[in-house]
């Protein structure tokens, strides 16, 4: 079983989504953040026709653009609240899952980091001894602008990234399909996955 050719769109970490407003944590704190992941169009229904569903656990949720993930464009959104650390956003608890509902074997990428200067994405994989790998490589890195916006009585800044490209960084669609058993060379090597958008929230002296 082949995996049909995917367009490159994006996974979207706290994003612009077609009829969707930027997200925003409900009550945002200083070290928090919010990150929206988008599929790109067509990955889900591919995945789902080999029988493998995506989706993700521990605190994260996820939704559906169009139809329904069968439909040829299909996309997954998954809303993710993650908290910043040094190496760049963690999405602590949350992981994203690839579950092959054939055989019950399953990939997960626990608690994936966004590093925007080294523009990688890393996650601990309990299938490969719990290392942890680079998952994912933003594409477009070294083009990203934040937008900066400073809320002095609220003593938040925000900042926000949009519209950063991923791929399986790689080797990656490799263990994919390893891991689940899936036929070899099911997925290219460079698998374009999505695109992420990501806004963070730091403190801010306030204004008296």
């Known amino acids: 079983m082949r995996f049909k050719p995917l367009t490159t769109l994006a996974i ?7 009829g969707t407003a930027v ?8 070290g928090q953040s919010m990150t929206h992941m988008k599929t790109a169009a067509g990955i889900a229904s591919t995945f789902e026709t080999a029988g493998v569903v995506i989706y993700v656990q521990g605190g994260a949720t996820s939704s559906v653009i169009g139809d329904s993930i069968s439909s040829a464009n299909g996309q997954l959104v998954f809303h993710i609240p993650v908290t910043a650390n040094k190496a760049g956003v963690q999405h602590k608890g949350s992981n994203i899952v690839f579950f092959n509902t054939a055989n019950n ?3 997960v990428l626990s608690n994936p980091v966004i590093d925007l200067e080294k523009g ?15 998952i994912m490589t933003i594409t477009n ?11 002095r009585k609220a003593g938040l800044r925000t900042t926000s990234y949009k519209d950063a490209t ?6 990656v669609a490799a263990t994919i399909a390893t891991v689940l058993a899936l036929p070899a060379s099911s997925l290219p ?5 999505g695109s992420t958008d990501v806004t963070l929230y730091s403190k801010i002296a306030r204004t008296r």
């Not at 997200?23 to 200083?30: E, G, I, L, Q, W």
């Not at 070294?142 to 916006?149: N, S």
């Not at 991923?166 to 080797?171: F, N, Q, W």
């Open 189 to 193: 090597d460079g698998l374009a996955f």
């Open 12 to 18: 979207s970490a706290a994003l612009t989504l077609s």
């Open 166 to 171: 991923l791929v399986l960084s790689p080797g």
């Open 105 to 107: 074997l399953q990939l």
């Open 141 to 151: 890195a070294a083009t990203l602008k934040p937008k900066i916006t400073n809320d």
């Open 23 to 30: 997200a925003t944590a409900d009550s945002a704190k200083p």
């Open 120 to 134: 990688v994405v890393t996650a601990t994989v309990p299938q490969a001894a719990n290392q942890s790998l680079s």
